[in-house]
């Protein structure tokens, strides 16, 4: 599975857009782009994931560059609740499909 | 969406002892289901792939014979610690899908956090 690259930690005031970045420049075509975040001692929860288009629900939405070498997740009005570890995961077929998490985006939502 | 229950949610033992952990789909049958570990300020670390009816897959460097993994039915994996000491002190996580693939989102339980001491 390809490898991610995530800035450690970002902030965003409470009500803004908070854009997290991914680079995943040695993606494979029939590689997913998922993305999970991580509140304190709980386990991953999902946001969401996408092959080649832009994907929207009602938590994020999610861009991904054309040539598909990055990506970036955006909450449209952090909320304090937001404030958690933010992965970016490329999911290929090893160990049959699992989730191999990286070091993640630490979010700091403030007031 | 989907449910994935742990059991227990935290466990404390004597160093020795062996501790059991439970990962349930509540609302679908999943063939497959994963086992992570997560030390403090640390990222999930894939320790091993559960199989319904078939032996586990062990990511390398965990020991198959300290983790024992059961998958005796296409709702629920066992993770048994065997002989835990305090360095196996973590919070363990499993994970598992309706059906495999990469298009296919993964639901994860909300992890048991084991002290040994």
């Known amino acids: 599975d390809a490898k991610t690259t995530q800035p450690p930690s970002m902030d965003c005031a409470e009500g803004r857009a908070a854009n997290l970045p991914c680079n995943h420049s040695t993606i494979s075509g029939n590689e997913y782009v998922y993305w999970y975040r991580q509140i304190h001692s709980q386990g991953p929860q999902y946001i969401i994931h996408?092959?080649?288009n832009n994907e929207t629900n009602e938590m994020a939405s999610l861009i991904i560059t054309e040539d598909r070498k990055s990506s970036t997740l955006i909450l449209p009005h952090a909320t304090l609740r937001d404030t958690a570890v933010y992965y970016c995961?490329?999911?290929?077929?090893?160990?049959?499909?699992?989730?191999?998490f990286g070091k993640g985006t630490s979010l700091l939502v403030t007031p | 969406g989907a449910v994935v229950s742990q059991h227990p949610s935290w466990v404390i033992c004597k160093s020795g002892t062996s501790v059991k952990i439970e990962c349930r789909s509540l609302?679908?049958?999943?063939?497959?289901m994963f086992w992570y570990r997560q030390f403090p300020k640390q990222s999930l670390m894939l320790m091993a792939t559960?199989?319904?009816?078939?032996?586990?897959?062990?990511e390398q460097g965990v020991e198959k014979d300290k983790f024992l993994i059961n998958h005796a039915s296409l709702t629920l994996s066992t993770l048994t610690v065997t002989s835990a000491h305090p360095e196996d002190s973590s919070f363990y996580i499993c994970?598992?899908?309706?059906?495999?693939?990469?298009?296919?989102?993964?639901?994860f339980g909300q992890g048991t956090r084991l002290t040994v001491v």
């Open positions: 994970s598992a899908s309706p059906r495999q693939g990469r298009d296919t989102e993964a639901f």
């Open positions: 995961i490329v999911r290929g077929s090893n160990s049959g499909y699992a989730l191999n």
């Open positions: 559960s199989n319904e009816g078939s032996k586990a897959t062990y």
């Open positions: 996408g092959l080649k």
């Open positions: 609302d679908f049958q999943a063939t497959t």
